[in-house]
């Protein structure tokens, strides 16, 4: 069975795009996407400043597999499956801390931060031929990183992480380089979970048309707190194929960024602040570049379960499927470091998050809501076997327009047809449907 | 361990007492969802927090929260939750709040400082429970108090069960 065509239906001449509902419905696509999406494919695992210190580390669960993320003694970062070599306890039962050893609690071997094996108690009672240099934590296959994001790969075939990221790089820098001396996760994270596919939470953080409905009351509280002044920004925004299944929606500023626009919500006091923010902007990156980073909304999927959304402010949202009808989520704030703990940039920052994001925010939950009544809606999918995902197929595309859900859903079809990516689309997707269909029988 | 006086002991008891019926009449108005009647409760530079879960001694300064209200923002999220086109809690959820051990832990003037634990119910399509420890400022108001700064901190490691903290908790 064919995904293309059969289960993703891309028909450029007609402009239809359709999905086929048990793609999240199957438990047996689910578990072929675990083998062929998450054991193939760079997953996103934290970003290094949660560990800035030699021995910290966190804890992880990344496409199903318990991981140690961490700094070891010497400072380099590495990452651990969190089981113990012996005979399988869970190693770390912490969600973070710092550590020289980790003992397993369950007979006692400990191993180092390199996850080297430096006691097994009663080492007497093992053979002369036992050799404990086969029983060192195990590493993934790779793990690689970008400007602090740090990914996994359980493939040891894998292209590198960077040509992996190809053309999602310049979006990654356009978050990255708002920051003088480097960007950090901000402390405290937003752990919550959505009773629907995982794909669907995809589609939801990349989809520009849902925002006037989902969201009326978001959209009202901004225009309540005198902001939301370019009245067509959502509209008029562009949504683009990177390549590799990464896509982007770019459209200009619809509310108060921290970095750099401001509205009144953030107060007449940070007028200059803001200002002189977007000046030292431009100052280091050129008068185009500058205000491209400052004023423009980015919502940026990194192929197949990174959400990078910067916006009221930025977030770092990892999807992690947990069932057909399940995901858990896991999102930060991504935050420059020359913000300071206490200042008045960071608690605007958080501020400014807190209005739309997270599971208290005036937004997603409203998302969360939408995602799982269409998750409910798909136990008719025997009759009812369709979603629709044609919008802007005979236009260029803008940000209201799903051009960046298509990229994900072509990439996802031609992965797990063994294809790898599809041709990146660049360009309008179905010129010829933008005539009318020929009626029968009339001459035009 | 000295004994303190019996009228300093009934005093203490007759504040505790007037706290815990101040919280059960504010429980009160949450489940009924007479949330503009809430509002009311609150001085004019009230806060609202709820700490992220893995970080429960979070402050809104230095960590991403839950939530973290100022008084404008009450006002914006009971005119949301108020509004039809709030999805997550329209039709609204049905909550039962459960409130105990109410300690007070100072007094100075007008502001009694307080903790109580809870157990929020929610039901909708499913049903979830949401409990942790308040900690309150409270300013008396006549025979009555104020809320001044209200934070709910959560006693679970996620929100996995929960989905979303779409309810005041």
Redesign the interface.
Same mark, same amino acid.
């Given at each position: 069975m064919g995904y293309r065509d059969e289960l993703v239906v891309d028909d450029r001449q007609n402009g239809l795009f359709r999905v086929n509902r048990t793609l999240m419905t199957s438990p047996d696509v689910y578990r072929l996407e675990q083998a062929t999406l998450f054991d193939h494919y760079w997953l996103y695992v934290g970003h290094d400043s949660e560990i800035p210190r030699p021995g910290d580390f966190v804890r992880r669960t990344v496409g199903g597999r318990p991981l140690i993320f961490l700094r070891d003694s010497a400072g380099t970062v590495r990452m651990h499956f969190n089981t113990c070599t012996h005979r399988g306890a869970t190693l770390c039962r912490e969600?973070?801390g710092n550590t020289r050893l980790f003992q397993c609690f369950y007979h006692a071997w400990s191993f180092d931060t390199t996850g080297k094996l430096v006691v097994t108690p009663g080492a007497e009672a093992y053979s002369p031929r036992f050799d404990r240099g086969l029983y060192n934590l195990v590493a993934p296959a790779r793990c690689g990183s970008y400007r602090g994001l740090w990914f996994v790969n359980y493939d040891a075939e894998a292209v590198d992480l960077p040509s992996y990221l190809g053309n999602a790089i310049e979006y990654l820098d356009l978050v990255m380089d708002q920051a003088a001396d480097g960007m950090r996760i %901000?402390? @405290?994270?937003?752990?919550? #979970? %959505?009773?629907a596919n995982w794909k669907l939470m995809v589609e939801n953080s990349i989809d520009g048309y849902h925002a006037p409905t %989902?969201h +009326?009351?978001y959209v009202?509280?901004v225009k309540? &707190?005198g902001g939301g002044q370019r009245k067509a920004a959502l509209a008029s925004g562009r949504g683009i194929d990177l390549g590799n299944g990464h896509s982007v929606i770019e459209s200009p500023a619809a509310w108060a960024r921290p970095i750099a626009y401001w509205e009144p919500f953030f107060g007449e006091d940070a007028r200059d602040e803001i200002e002189q923010k977007l000046a030292r902007l431009i100052d280091r990156h050129g008068e185009q570049r500058g205000r491209r980073m400052a004023d423009t909304f980015r919502n940026l999927l990194i192929f197949p379960n990174l959400i990078i959304n910067d916006v009221a402010a930025i977030t770092v949202r990892r999807i992690e499927p947990t069932a057909p009808g399940h995901h &858990?989520l896991q999102a930060? +704030?991504l935050a420059p470091a020359e913000e300071l703990? @206490?200042s008045a940039a960071?608690?605007r920052r958080?501020?400014s $998050?807190?209005?739309f994001l @997270?599971? @208290?925010g $005036?937004a #997603?939950?409203?998302d %969360?809501? +939408?995602l799982?009544s269409c998750q409910r809606g798909f136990a008719a999918v025997r009759e009812v076997q369709w979603s629709d995902i044609s919008r802007g197929m005979a236009t260029t595309a803008g940000s209201q327009d799903e051009l960046q859900i298509r990229t994900f859903w072509r990439a996802y079809a031609s992965v797990m047809d063994g294809a790898g990516f599809p041709q990146r689309v660049d360009g309008i997707e179905a010129p010829e449907a933008a005539q009318a269909p020929v009626e029968a029988g009339v001459t035009r | 361990m000295t004994v303190a006086p019996a009228a300093d002991r009934l005093a203490r008891h007759a504040l505790r007492l007037d706290v815990e019926e101040f919280l059960y009449a504010e429980a009160a108005l949450l489940d009924a969802w007479r949330l503009d009647d809430w509002f009311a409760l609150f001085t004019a530079d009230a806060r609202y927090e709820v700490p992220s879960t893995d970080l429960p001694s979070g402050e809104p300064a230095t960590a991403l929260m839950l939530i973290s209200d100022t008084h404008a923002m009450i006002a914006a999220r009971v005119k949301r939750l108020n509004s039809r086109k709030a999805h997550r809690e329209f039709p609204w959820s049905r909550t039962r709040r459960i409130i105990g051990n109410v300690r007070i832990l100072a007094e100075s003037g007008e502001e009694a400082e307080a903790t109580a634990n809870f157990a929020v119910y929610r039901s909708r399509r499913d049903v979830s429970v949401y409990m942790g420890q308040y900690r309150y400022r409270l300013v008396r108001d006549g025979d009555t108090f104020k809320i001044r700064f209200r934070r709910a901190e959560l006693d679970l490691e996620t929100l996995d069960s929960h989905g979303t903290l779409s309810i005041i908790l």
């Open positions: 969600d973070a %901000v402390k @405290g994270a937003h752990l919550y #979970s %959505v009773n %989902v +009326a009351t009202d509280f309540d &707190s &858990s930060w +704030a703990e @206490g960071l608690q958080l501020d $998050f807190l209005t @997270g599971p @208290g $005036f #997603s939950p409203d %969360v809501e +939408a799982e | -």
